[in-house]
């Protein structure tokens, strides 16, 4: 397939933001290794805050969308997906210690999964698939943000292992991409998903409380 010139200019811009913010994540990653809370700091400024301040240098609109269906939609997808997790539960209800906080650490466990996962939201959806899909088409904007979305969830496959298994991890990861990608395609809303994103962890620390 032959590009135009615009289609080779988004491609070369996404490349570099890539390489940057993963260069930025590895590094720091290294730098921050013996501080508690190295990894989701790492994930944020790397995977949130550069690619938020290229945009803004590049003058290009963050284009979070507004709460309206979209956005709703966005957080139903996620508690559709808390439901496919929620039955684990009575197999290995050890797995879901971590999510046993109360008090302060009630707060601070709130604010680390907002650093971890929002900037995946963002990035795979906002950065990656909005700006293809706006020069090569929704369907090849799907493609890429399924495996940005893969990419991004390579520490979460490891650790899901332990509740699902190998392949149960990797169908519910590439399962929560798909479905994320083609419906964030509809509704071009990334602010709900990242909403949605931390809904499903904090129902997941509340329902713990109660069962």
Same mark, same amino acid.
């Given at each position: ?36 809370? $190295? $990894? ?53 209800p050890d797995f879901f210690d971590v999510f ?52 991004? $969830? ?42 949605? $994103? ?14």
């Amino acid at each position: 397939m032959r590009m135009n010139p615009e289609q080779k200019k988004i491609l070369k811009n996404l490349s570099l933001i890539c390489i940057i913010s993963t260069a930025i994540f590895f590094a720091l990653e290294f730098i921050l290794k013996n501080y508690v809370y $190295h $990894h989701q700091s790492s994930v944020f400024i790397s995977f949130m805050m550069m690619p938020v301040m290229v945009l803004v240098l590049m003058k290009k609109p963050l284009r979070l969308g507004k709460i309206n269906k979209g956005f709703v939609y966005g957080i139903a997808v996620y508690l559709l997906l808390l439901l496919w997790i929620l039955p684990y539960y009575f197999f290995n209800p050890d797995f879901f210690d971590v999510f046993k906080v109360s008090g302060l650490d009630f707060i601070t466990f709130n604010i680390l999964i907002i650093m971890n996962i929002m900037p995946v939201d963002f990035f795979s959806k906002r950065v990656i698939q909005l700006e293809i899909a706006e020069r090569f088409g929704e369907m090849i904007g799907m493609y890429a943000q399924i495996i940005a979305w893969m990419v991004g $969830h390579v520490y979460e496959l490891f650790w899901l292992k332990e509740l699902m298994g190998c392949a149960g991890s990797l169908l519910f990861i590439a399962f929560s991409g798909i479905i994320t990608g083609f419906v964030y395609s509809k509704t071009k809303n990334v602010f709900g998903f990242m909403i949605g $994103h931390w809904m499903l962890n904090l129902l997941m620390i509340i329902l713990i409380m109660f069962i």
